[in-house]
């Protein structure tokens, strides 16, 4: 396994043009949101965490950005239909990237579901390679382990990875230029520069932090 990802990471920094973008994205709205719905959901065993609705608001902003939804396939870009996101994984040695496919048709209980079920059969190492093998765009979340920015390197043919920190309560001005304390996620999007151009990374970007800014709208 090490060899495996040694050789793709190697090739992959060495071979991909990357760029990064970085926004730091309010969460209370979300929080507020995600205790709502678990209390909801309670009663048919179902707990959303936020990688639930990082994936879901990844997957509608490449739906909304149809652009950015693609990959480099040696010579030419191929724009995909589905947003078929992967999710890293850490297992014992490395690490699996399970992908969440037509996660844009899927509700958060549906992804949260499908994606602790993936998580435990890879660190069970029982994936099938369809299960870890496409998709046009990653998540890579360390903000559980405390990690408040890092950079993620593009896992080709993935066009980009969203690299994800914790949240963290800061002080923050106000709408009506008031101080006052968020609680606040830092984000950095590492991207291949043949397949998305700073605007239309910038623009895929701003639809991830808008749909996780205002929540409700990701189930209408």
Do not use: C
Not at 130 to 142: P, R, V
Not at 150 to 159: E, G, K, Q, Y
Request: hydrophobic share 50%.
């Amino acid at each position: 396994m090490r060899k495996t990802i040694a050789a793709r990471l190697t090739e992959a920094k060495q071979t991909v043009p990357h760029f990064y973008l970085r926004r730091e994205i309010k969460l209370d709205a979300l929080m507020a949101f995600r205790a709502q719905l678990n209390k909801q959901l309670e009663a048919r065993g179902v707990k959303l965490s936020v990688n639930d609705f990082i994936i879901k608001a990844t997957a509608l902003a490449l739906q909304a950005v149809p652009a950015a939804n693609a990959v480099w396939a040696g010579d030419r870009v191929l724009q995909m239909s589905a947003s078929d996101v992967a999710v890293a994984v850490a297992i014992e040695g490395g690490l699996f990237t399970p992908v969440l496919q037509d996660a844009e048709q899927k509700s958060l209980s549906a992804l949260s579901t499908e994606m602790k079920d993936l998580a435990a059969r890879a660190r069970d190492r029982k994936l099938a390679p369809h299960e870890y093998q496409g998709g046009s765009f990653a998540i890579s979340n360390l903000g559980m382990m405390g990690i408040d920015n890092f950079d993620a390197i593009v896992n080709p043919p993935h066009a980009g990875i969203l690299a994800v920190g914790a949240g963290v309560k800061k002080p923050v001005v106000g709408a009506d230029g008031e101080l006052t304390v968020a609680t606040v996620m830092s984000v950095t999007m590492s991207v291949d520069h043949r397949v998305i151009d700073g605007a239309l990374g910038a623009e895929l970007l701003k639809h991830i932090v808008d749909h996780l800014e205002n929540p409700m709208a990701m189930l209408a």
